[in-house]
């Protein structure tokens, strides 16, 4: 028997109970992605540990039992605010121009995001293949999850306090009750405190 320890868990199997999982199983991996830092410390993790272990395409290797991995990235619903204008506060909504512009910042800033991540899962020589969606990332990365029938979903964590965790929610806390399949929560090292000298 071998053993595989990976995010502090250990498993039990035989060589050759691994061999044929590696041998026709696909891992198929969700990474949640956003601008924070500790979402792409969420990936890197996800790529140096999971894909290590159920072996990663490599270079002059087929990809027969290589996993992948979906990066998805939520981006907030337009909304069609009210502006108050003028002395009288009176209203007005948004115009289609407005509205054009947020949607291509949007789309622009995704594309780039996603486009760092690719890179990184190319340099790891790892499949990936990218997923935009819009709505509460809490929700729509559960969904996607259950929907694309994922075998690990990845977020990383921001280390919230009590009180804005309380406020603001947390999307990983929100996941890791929510998501129908087994889920890593990836903490970032702690911050290293420099003194001036």
Same mark, same amino acid.
Request: proline fraction near 2%; charged fraction near 20%.
């Given at each position: 028997m071998e053993a595989v320890e990976g995010a502090g868990l250990a498993m039990q199997r035989t060589k050759e109970e691994g061999e044929e999982m590696m041998g026709k199983n696909e891992m198929k991996v969700m990474v949640a992605l956003d601008e924070s830092?500790? =979402?792409f410390y969420a990936l890197k993790?996800? &790529?140096?540990?999971? %894909?290590?272990i159920?072996? *990663? !395409?490599?270079?002059?290797? =087929?990809d027969r039992g +290589?996993?992948?991995?979906?990066?998805v990235h939520v981006q907030q619903p337009f909304q069609h605010f009210v502006f108050p204008a003028g002395p009288g506060g009176? +209203? %007005?909504? *948004?115009?289609?121009?407005?509205?054009?512009? /947020?949607?291509? +910042? @949007?789309e622009e800033n995704s594309a780039a995001l996603l486009s760092r991540a &690719? @890179?990184? $899962?190319?340099?790891?020589?790892?499949? +990936?293949?990218? #997923? !935009? &969606?819009?709505?509460?990332?809490?929700?729509?990365i $559960?969904?996607? *999850?259950?929907? !694309?029938?994922?075998? &690990?979903?990845?977020v990383g964590?921001?280390?919230?306090?009590? /009180?804005?965790?309380? #406020?603001?929610? =947390?999307v990983s806390d929100y996941c890791a009750h929510h998501v129908q399949c087994p889920i890593i929560i990836v903490k970032p090292p702690p911050k290293q405190h420099h003194t001036k000298q």
């Open positions: 830092g500790e =979402s993790w996800a &790529l140096d540990n999971l %894909f290590g159920t072996g *990663a !395409v490599t270079p002059g290797t =087929s +290589a996993g992948t991995v979906t990066l009176a +209203a %007005f909504y *948004a115009t289609s121009s407005v509205e054009q512009s /947020i949607r291509k +910042a @949007q &690719l @890179q990184i $899962c190319k340099d790891k020589n790892v499949k +990936a293949e990218t #997923l !935009v &969606l819009t709505g509460d990332p809490k929700d729509m $559960c969904q996607a *999850a259950e929907q !694309v029938h994922m075998d &690990l979903l990845v964590s921001r280390g919230l306090g009590k /009180i804005k965790r309380a #406020l603001l929610g =947390s």
